[in-house]
């Protein structure tokens, strides 16, 4: 990878949008008034009353709620969606209101606790390399 | 015999159709092209996605509707991925554009993260100063892990080490951003040292 060449993957951004990506929030750029945005990694899934409803939602808010049938951080429903990362927080702040999606902030207190990064570790130690031959323990 | 409080029944929040994962944040940064994307794609579980920020937006913190925002001006690409470790955890991989400029952007992606990894290229050693210096002042648990390129690496690690002025208690480590293998053992060594900061 020489200097300007790009790296190695597909097209990292895609094409652009149709749409001008803040029409769809109203022009809301921030999830709350007053509150910091949400971690990226946040989950987000559909309540049993969002998938009831669902064939009345349109647009972004259908296919949000659809697609959180399976729990899924924000950034990958901006991903999946092609939604900017913030119209996704957006929308899912205003499902949330409405009771059709749950938003799991990550409490960073058990995140960041011992036994949460030993099972981490131990997991990804499992983890064969490309030969698929499974590493020698330390 | 069983009664229903109707209290609660009407305070009873939305349930959630499955339960989520604890989702556990790495991040991954360093210079443009120096194998952030590749080593996201050589362990994750999904082909690595992409989304979009535009940092004048998260560094605008907009609060007032009355307001005209801040127009967007630089739009940044961050690539993702993720490892499923049981039903209920999941170990998310997110590569940051690792340039000054983007410091707005770092903290949006980085608030909550259990560490870092810092991509070298020792040709290009300043690409990844500001990470480096980042993750330092935040006193994030990181290491530094010198991509080798074509299984060259052209400074020894002292050299990089020296150069970059890293803590002692830094590891510095050469890998290979294609090969599962080593992009896991880089990934251990950040997740061994957030647990030692956590052992403190």
Redesign the interface.
């Known amino acids: 990878?020489a200097?300007g060449?790009?790296?190695?993957?597909?097209d990292?951004?895609?094409p652009a949008p149709a749409v001008r990506p803040f029409l769809v929030t109203a022009?809301?750029?921030?999830p709350t008034?007053?509150g910091?945005?949400v971690?990226?990694?946040?989950?987000?899934?559909?309540?049993?009353?969002?998938?009831a409803v669902l064939d009345g939602l349109s647009f972004e808010q259908h296919d949000i709620v659809a697609a959180c049938?399976?729990?899924?951080?924000i950034?990958?429903l901006?991903?999946?969606l092609r939604?900017?990362?913030?119209v996704?927080r957006v929308l899912a702040e205003d499902l949330r209101a409405a009771?059709?999606l749950?938003v799991?902030v990550?409490d960073?207190g058990?995140?960041?606790?011992?036994s949460?990064?030993?099972?981490?570790?131990e997991?990804?130690?499992a983890?064969?390399?490309?030969?698929g031959?499974i590493?020698d323990s330390d | 015999m069983t009664r229903t409080d109707p209290a609660a029944r009407v305070a009873a929040?939305?349930?959630?159709?499955?339960?989520?994962?604890?989702?556990?944040?790495l991040v991954i940064a360093g210079g443009?092209?120096v194998?952030k994307?590749?080593a996201v794609?050589?362990?994750s579980e999904i082909?690595?996605?992409?989304?979009?920020?535009?940092i004048t937006?998260?560094a605008?913190?907009?609060?007032?509707?009355s307001h005209t925002?801040r127009k967007t001006t630089t739009?940044v690409?961050?690539?993702?991925g993720?490892?499923t470790?049981?039903p209920t955890?999941k170990?998310?991989l997110?590569g940051t554009p690792g340039q000054e400029r983007f410091g707005f952007m770092w903290d949006?992606?980085v608030?909550?993260a259990?560490g870092g990894l810092v991509i070298v290229d020792t040709r290009r050693l300043d690409d990844c100063y500001a990470a480096v210096d980042y993750f330092e002042h935040r006193q994030i648990p990181f290491a530094v892990a010198v991509n080798a390129?074509d299984g060259k690496v052209e400074h020894s690690l002292e050299e990089v080490r020296w150069a970059l002025d890293v803590a002692e208690r830094v590891p510095v480590v050469v890998f290979d951003a294609r090969?599962?293998?080593?992009v896991?053992?880089a990934?251990?060594v950040v997740?061994?040292q957030?647990?030692a900061r956590?052992?403190a």
Request: hydrophobic share 40%; net charge negative; glycine share 8%.
């Open positions: 990878m200097d060449t790009p790296p190695p993957g597909p990292p951004v895609g022009g809301r750029v921030a008034a007053a910091r945005p971690p990226v990694e946040t989950q987000v899934v559909a309540t049993t009353e969002g998938l049938r399976q729990p899924q951080s950034a990958e901006a991903a999946r939604l900017h990362l913030n996704a009771g059709y749950v799991h990550p960073s058990v995140i960041h606790d011992a949460v990064l030993r099972r981490v570790i997991a990804l130690r983890i064969p390399d490309s030969r031959v590493r | 929040a939305p349930v959630a159709a499955v339960r989520p994962p604890l989702p556990v944040k443009f092209g194998g994307t590749t794609g050589s362990i082909e690595p996605l992409t989304t979009e920020a535009a937006e998260v605008a913190g907009v609060d007032d509707l925002p739009t690409a961050m690539d993702f993720c490892i470790i049981d955890l170990l998310y997110f949006d992606i608030e909550g259990v390129f090969e599962r293998g080593s896991r053992d990934l251990l997740l061994e957030a647990l956590t052992e």
